[in-house]
């Protein structure tokens, strides 16, 4: 999670600071960015390669990409919520991508429910066998 975050255990920043910003970047030989990256970024204890670019396209793009996965997720999670309500789904107005997510997204939730049980029982007989004593 701290990886995810771009931070280390001490708290310290360790996400690339984007090539115009990185003193490693700047300073590495190579005519172009991509020579720069690989003189640059092997090694690097920020551990991103390539380094993050800082120009506002690449920024707005990945936001674009992040807005796009955000609305699938919405969209699946609401075809769970009326399945959970009992509102049939009509899948022919679905992608198979979209089936498969859901299906993805049931499995996870079996799985946490499963995980759940397993803790209440396990809390609950720890708890029976803390009063036999």
């Not at 396209?57 to 999670?77: C, L, T, Y």
């Not at 107005?93 to 049931?106: P, T």
């Not at 720890?126 to 036999?132: P, R, S």
């Amino acid at each position: 999670m701290l990886q995810l975050a771009g931070e280390d255990a001490d708290g310290l920043g360790t996400q690339c600071p984007g090539e115009g910003k990185c003193e490693r970047f700047t300073a590495a030989a190579g005519k172009d960015l991509d020579e720069k990256a690989a003189n640059a970024c092997p090694g690097c204890p920020k551990e991103c390669t390539p380094p993050v670019d800082s120009s506002q396209e690449s920024v707005a793009g990945s936001q674009h990409e992040d807005d796009e996965i955000s609305d699938i997720v919405d969209e699946i999670e609401m075809l769970a919520a009326w399945d959970n309500a009992g509102f049939p789904t009509d899948w022919s107005l679905y992608s198979f991508g979209h089936k498969e997510l859901f299906k993805i997204w049931r499995d996870a939730e079996n799985f946490v429910h499963r995980q759940q049980q397993v803790r209440i029982s396990s809390f609950i007989l720890g708890w029976i066998k803390q009063g036999e004593k």
